[in-house]
């Protein structure tokens, strides 16, 4: 089974900050590497599918890249609606998920 | 507008039995693969399984295989899951995810969730 690893687990940024959260799978991939964010008492949200497509309505700040085992998400210029928890997916594996605060 | 709507959740015992469903409207149904998802308290997502658009493919996690089966009714729009032998560990808040199409197991459209509680 493919695995799935995420990093940082937690981290603290200020607004306007750029947050960058990596993502590794254990064995290549491609493109097949989605991203979610997951706000408490909310409902899952699709941002990046196949790595670095932005999902219709999710704002430009949000964006993806990587192929193969390496991934990179990334939020430019942190806002405080941003916080929640981070997570990747490849088909039936979820990464472990990074959470965000505001510092 | 896409609506995803699970229902069915409760507290259930160990080793009982649950079914979910998810009441889909908005788009046409009979066009997408869907799965399940749930989010154990203080975890994270887990992907639980999921099942083609015909109804002639499914899958499960390692976790549930064998005990729970996902199946759909198109003609009703709806999409369900048979949990059996259901253990503490399944505690979980239920999802039902739309997969998008074209792409690997992206789920664009999330239900609000349904709790299940596995406990004596």
């Known amino acids: 089974d493919i695995q799935m690893t995420q990093s940082p687990s937690s981290l603290s940024a200020s607004i306007g900050d750029r947050v960058i959260i990596t993502c590794q799978a254990s064995?290549?991939?491609?493109?097949?590497l989605n991203w979610y964010q997951h706000k408490p008492g909310k409902v899952p949200n699709l941002l990046i599918y196949?790595?670095?497509n932005l999902q219709t309505g999710v704002p430009s700040r949000f964006s993806g890249s990587g192929s193969g085992t390496h991934f990179t998400f990334t939020i430019n210029s942190l806002q405080a609606e941003d916080i929640g928890t981070y997570y990747c997916?490849?088909?039936?594996?979820f990464g472990p998920g990074t959470t965000v605060e505001i510092k | 507008e896409v609506q995803l709507v699970e229902s069915g959740g409760g507290l259930v015992q160990p080793g009982g039995s649950l079914r979910l469903s998810c009441a889909a409207s908005g788009f046409t149904f009979s066009n997408f693969w869907m799965s399940w998802v749930r989010q154990a308290p203080g975890k994270g997502l887990e992907w639980v399984a999921n099942?083609?658009?015909?109804?002639?493919?499914?899958y499960y996690g390692d976790a549930v295989k064998g005990r729970f089966t996902i199946s759909r009714d198109n003609a009703q729009n709806s999409l369900h899951l048979q949990m059996n032998s259901l253990r503490a560990e399944d505690t979980a808040v239920y999802y039902c995810a739309r997969e998008r199409p074209a792409s690997a197991c992206a789920f664009d459209s999330w239900g609000q969730g349904t709790l299940v509680t596995v406990s004596s």
């Open positions: 064995q290549d991939i491609g493109k097949y």
């Open positions: 099942i083609k658009y015909d109804g002639s493919e499914e």
């Open positions: 997916q490849r088909y039936g594996t």
């Open positions: 196949d790595a670095s």
